[in-house]
Structure formats: C-alpha cells, structure tokens
C-alpha cells in the first residue's frame, strides 16, 4: 500500500505515465518477492529517461563526466600509491600471441572492467562536446586510452574507443544530424538482433581459430547454457555476479527470459521516441551493443547512461517538446563545459 501510495503521488505531482508506473510498480512488487534488489534494473531505462525529461542535459552531462572522471582518477592513483584492490592483478594466458600477460585491474575487480569504466567515460566525453572540443580531446583520450590498454591488455574496450575515435575524425561535423528513417528502423531493432547473435556464439565453441580469438568465450558461453535454464522465472542467482562475458546471455540467465525480453523491448521502445535519429546516438547505440556482446554490461548503468542521454537529445533536438522544460538545454551539452 506504501507502494502504491507513493506511486500515486509521484504520479499525480511529477505527471508520470501510466506505463512507468506499472512498471515501476511491478519492479518494486518482483524485488519484494524475490528479495533480489538488482532485479530492478531492468525497469531503469523509462525511469532514467523520464528523469532525463525534466533536467537540463548540459548540467547533468557535465556533472556525469566530472564525478565519473574524479572517482576513476582517485581509484587508479590510489591503485599506483597505495596498491588499492592489486588483488585483482593476474597473468592470462593470450593464445592469439602464445605469451602470458600480466594484467592490472588498477584497483577495480577485473582488468576489463577498468578499460570498461574508461570507455564509458571517454565516449560520451568526445560524443556530446562540440566540434572545436572534440578535436582537442582526441590526442589526450587516445594517449589515456593507449597507456590503459598496456596496463589491462583489455582489448574489446579499447577497440571500441578507437572506432569512436575514427568516427569523430570522420564524420565530426555530421555527428548532430539525421540519418535516414530506413536506417532509424533498422538501428532500432538492433537490440534484438545483436541478442540473437549472442545465442549463435555457442555454436562456435568447437572452432578452434574463434574460440581462441574470443579467448574461450564461445565455450564458457555454452557451458553456461548446458548448466542453467533462461526458463527460471527470476533468472538465476548465481549467474548474477559469474563471470559470462556476454550482457546477451548473462541477462537472460541471470533475469530469466520475460525480463530479459522486456528489458530489450524498453531498449527499443527508447529508440523509438524521437522522430528522427542522429548519428551520434547510432555510433553510441552501437559502441554500447558490441561491448554488450563481449562484457557483462547490459544492465552497467554507466554505459546505459550515454544511450539514454542521445535518445533524449533527438527527442529535444528533432521534436522541440515541452520548451518550456527544456529552455534552458542546447544543442551541445557540453556548451558549458567546453
């Protein structure tokens, strides 16, 4: 009933969708039920966006960045000072250049996910600055990246960064604008494709060449499978925190396939809710949904982040809704900052 009355009230003063309320609702009720608070999760993209509706994107992207950069900044100098979390160091063996590797987390659990954090800063830092400051933030993210990639030897964040870097060279005056309505739809059910795909990995775990590319991911991904139903109601428990290397598969067995569904139907339902689609949130869609493929990051609000924010800037830049809200946004929300 506190529930309820909550939502009620959330929605009568905040004018909250009828839709984000049951969902809201329903998230609430499945994490009450199942004492499994990461459950809610899947209903954070429409919460985030309607949060989105009512800020000004300038002062909550530059508040995003800076508090991202400071807390990475901390955590790696205390990793170089202290040797905060050096547990996490270790030596992989890379079958693709037959040597071991010793491998830095820099203080975070895993050497990937402190290259991860990192893309999910560097991307939207050169994504929504403006054409003059992304030019000059290019030699300063490549420099950082590089000096990350032979501490972590992380490779898929690190050939992510590089495709945006290449993109910004490219197309950096064209970021802003439109693409086709052929390629909105397409691009718009990417999210399903790119979960089909993740299914179809499996099928490589015999093939020697790509498993070892992959670094045995193909097989781990069908150990998985072979152990653990994407049938169970909630998921699996203990698939939450295991080490799958696939946000595809890693949701569906940890979620349970209705969630998953529904969290790909809302990442979708999101693309959808501007009339027209940039560039900038096809590149950053794409980024998200191939790191997604390789890492747990599905559910990593801090990558989500980035997605949830481009869509929001086309609804704003393409439709011109709710002005008097927005009076305050721009067309870069970086202005300020840069």
Request: charged share 15%.
């Amino acid at each position: 009933m506190l529930i309820l009355l909550s939502v009620l009230l959330v929605a009568t003063y905040a004018q909250l969708s009828l839709s984000i309320c049951l969902l809201g609702v329903l998230g609430t009720i499945i994490v009450a039920v199942t004492q499994r608070p990461n459950l809610f999760a899947v209903f954070l993209i429409p919460l985030v966006a309607f949060i989105l509706n009512w800020t000004d994107l300038s002062i909550v992207t530059r508040r995003f960045l800076t508090i991202s950069l400071v807390i990475y900044t901390v955590i790696i100098l205390l990793y170089y000072t202290i040797g905060f979390g050096n547990d996490s160091d270790y030596i992989s063996w890379r079958s693709y250049s037959e040597e071991f590797v010793y491998r830095k987390a820099l203080g975070f659990s895993h050497p990937n996910r402190a290259m991860m954090y990192w893309e999910a800063i560097a991307v939207p830092l050169l994504m929504f600055s403006s054409i003059k400051w992304r030019i000059k933030l290019l030699p300063l993210v490549i420099a950082i990246s590089v000096f990350l990639y032979t501490e972590t030897d992380s490779r898929t964040s690190f050939v992510l960064i590089m495709i945006c870097v290449v993109f910004v060279v490219i197309g950096n005056k064209r970021i802003e604008q439109p693409v086709s309505k052929t390629v909105r739809g397409w691009v718009c059910v990417t999210p399903a494709v790119f979960a089909l795909f993740a299914f179809a990995l499996p099928a490589f775990a015999d093939n020697a060449k790509v498993n070892a590319m992959l670094s045995g991911r193909p097989t781990i991904y069908l150990n998985l499978l072979n152990d653990y139903s994407i049938l169970a109601p909630f998921g699996t428990k203990a698939v939450e925190n295991g080490i799958v290397d696939n946000g595809f598969i890693q949701l569906f067995l940890a979620k349970g396939a209705t969630l998953a569904i529904l969290y790909i139907t809302l990442l979708m339902r999101l693309l959808t809710m501007a009339p027209k689609m940039s560039f900038r949130t096809v590149a950053i869609l794409g980024l998200f949904l191939v790191l997604a493929l390789f890492e747990t990051t599905l559910l990593s609000i801090v990558h989500l982040f980035s997605v949830i924010l481009a869509c929001e800037f086309d609804r704003r830049a393409f439709s011109g809704t709710n002005p008097e809200v927005h009076s305050n946004s721009s067309k870069t929300p970086l202005k300020r900052l840069n």
